[in-house]
T-cell receptor, first 111, second 110 residues
Framework: AQRVTQPEKLLSVFKGAPVELKCNYS??????LFWYVQYSRQRLQLLLR??SRESIKGFTADLNKGETSFHLKKPFAQEEDSAMYYC?????????????FGAGTRLAVHP | KAGVTQTPRYLIKTRGQQVTLSCSPI?????VSWYQQTPGQGLQFLFE???????NKGNFPGRFSGRQFSNSRSEMNVSTLELGDSALYLC?????????FGPGTRLTVT
């Protein structure tokens, strides 16, 4: 079965603390993994994808195929990072735009 | 480029009625997908259209249908509305690199 699991509904940290949002997946085949973010009153937007191996807004995520994980990390959280974060997967091939989302984790960064 | 637009933004319907939601993708994008977002079920894929053809379909009943026009604009229709259809319906358009979401249509069924 194709599934994305985000075990934490809420992650609450203080400004400057490290952040790790967990994501595990189940997929038969080669998936492409994504992190999407939704800030308050804004639309859902792509944060990063595993194939680009970028760091966006200080966030990084590494695909671990052995552990079937794609955890999102940031060494020093900022208040503006407070948002809803969704892990998602899709089939790794062109022309297949079906995203399977996890339930989401709300990150709250306190001053 | 203008982003993905959806109309209407808010809608209130009664059980048993039908509703049509509209989506205009980013110019040049030929793929349009629809998602349902609810507090209980989260974000769930409804279907995807590419060049006027349904290419992928999620696990929703036949009451949910869609179509895409030659200009890539898309509509989704829900017939015989149920209370459980109350949700935020998101449209997304995709190019080869990324998927971009619209602001959503908030449907309330009473």
């Amino acid at each position: 079965a194709q599934r994305v699991t985000q075990p934490e509904k809420l992650l609450s940290v203080f400004k400057g603390a490290p952040v790790e949002l967990k994501c595990n997946y189940s997929y038969s085949g080669s998936p492409e993994l994504f992190w999407y973010v939704q800030y308050s009153r804004q639309r859902l937007q792509l944060l990063l994808r595993h194939i680009s191996r970028e760091s966006i807004k200080g966030f990084t995520a590494d695909l671990n195929k052995g552990e079937t994980s794609f955890h999102l990390k940031k060494p020093f959280a900022q208040e503006e990072d407070s948002a809803m974060y969704y892990c998602a997967l899709s089939r790794l091939s062109g022309g297949y735009n079906k995203l399977i989302f996890g339930a989401g984790t709300r990150l709250a960064v306190h001053p | 480029k203008a982003g993905v637009t959806q109309t209407p933004r808010y809608l209130i319907k009664t059980r048993g009625q039908q509703v049509t939601l509209s989506c205009s993708p980013i110019s040049g994008h030929r793929s349009v997908s629809w998602y349902q977002q609810t507090p209980g079920q989260g974000l769930q894929f409804l279907f995807e259209y590419f060049s006027e053809t349904q290419r992928n379909k999620g696990n929703f009943p036949g009451r949910f249908s869609g179509r895409q026009f030659s200009n890539s604009r898309s509509e989704m229709n829900v017939s015989t509305l149920e209370l459980g259809d109350s949700a935020l319906y998101l449209c997304a358009s995709s190019d080869q690199d990324s998927t971009y979401f619209g602001p959503g249509t908030r449907l309330t069924v009473t």
